[in-house]
């Protein structure tokens, strides 16, 4: 994940340029009624960027809630969430909101147009899940957001996505779990036009090992297409064959705390 540490002192010429910071920056100083910020920020991630695991709305929750420590500032989780969207805004051009309220709230929760509800992760305790790379993509969250947008077709699959997202919910509250619905979802990404070659040629060798899975953020074209989530009957004999293939991975549990295990 990420960890901040912050105190009194100057920013590095890194951070001075860094605009996503320096919004983060403005945006906190502007909903604390302060002048400006002059801190020292110190900053430890493991979280890859670019690659569909919500990165920079994480960046934004860890930064913002240490400078409410440090200015002793009084920041509601809901004040969080609000704080952290108008940062994605910023990057994304238009946020859906998804990234913000996990990475504020998180647990297993099904989120729709600003609306959370939490789902009970009991049925996906036990069960392991892998996060492997396909490669860092080449575009943003909003160049892959308006390159969808531009072809009025994708209206149609876009929905089809949403009901199977809804399927997969309904599926959760009572008691099930049908990971071959991640599959289908990958297909209607792909027709979408959001999945590279590279992935495209890393799942299918996923999938011939009997592994069901689908990218986990916007995509990406040009390069890979970030983090693939799969899941695997035999996680043991699985990780086996993705450690043979040389994938770098990380093995986690949905809803829950990540393994501190990466390959």
């Known amino acids: ?33 302060l002048k400006d910020c002059k801190v020292s920020l110190k900053i430890d991630s493991t979280l ?23 200015y002793d500032y009084e920041l509601t989780s809901e004040r969080l969430y609000d704080l952290v969207l ?4 910023f990057i994304h051009g238009h946020s859906s909101g998804a990234d913000p309220s996990i990475v504020v709230y998180g647990g297993l929760i099904a989120f729709k147009k600003g609306q959370i509800q939490h789902l009970s992760p009991l049925i996906l305790k036990d ?15 909003g160049e892959m957001i308006s390159k969808v947008a ?39 990404l792909e027709k979408i036009g959001v999945v590279g070659e590279q992935a495209k040629k890393i799942i299918a060798a996923l999938q011939e090992m009997k592994a069901d899975c689908k ?9 890979g297409s970030g983090f693939i989530l799969a ?22 549990h949905l809803g829950g705390e990540t393994d501190e295990k990466e390959n």
Do not use: C, W
């Open 1 to 33: 994940g990420i960890r901040a540490t912050i105190k009194d002192g100057k920013l590095t010429q890194e951070q001075e340029n860094d605009r996503y910071l320096q919004n983060l920056l403005q945006i906190f100083a502007k909903h604390a009624q």
């Open 48 to 70: 890859p960027m670019r690659s569909g695991l919500g990165s920079s709305a994480a960046f934004a929750a860890v930064v913002l809630s240490e400078l409410a420590k440090f």
């Open 86 to 89: 108008e940062a994605e805004n």
């Open 127 to 141: 069960r392991v899940f892998f996060l492997i790379d396909s490669g860092a993509a080449n575009e943003s969250t």
């Open 150 to 188: 531009e072809r009025s077709e994708n209206q149609a699959t876009l929905q089809e996505i949403g009901e199977l997202s809804q399927k997969m919910i309904d599926d959760l509250q009572n008691g099930l779990f049908d990971s071959k619905l991640l599959n289908q979802n990958q297909l209607l």
């Open 215 to 223: 990218i986990t953020g916007a995509g990406g074209v040009k390069t």
């Open 231 to 252: 899941f695997h009957e035999n996680p043991d004999k699985f990780e086996e064959n993705l450690q043979a293939m040389g994938l770098p991975f990380f093995k986690t």
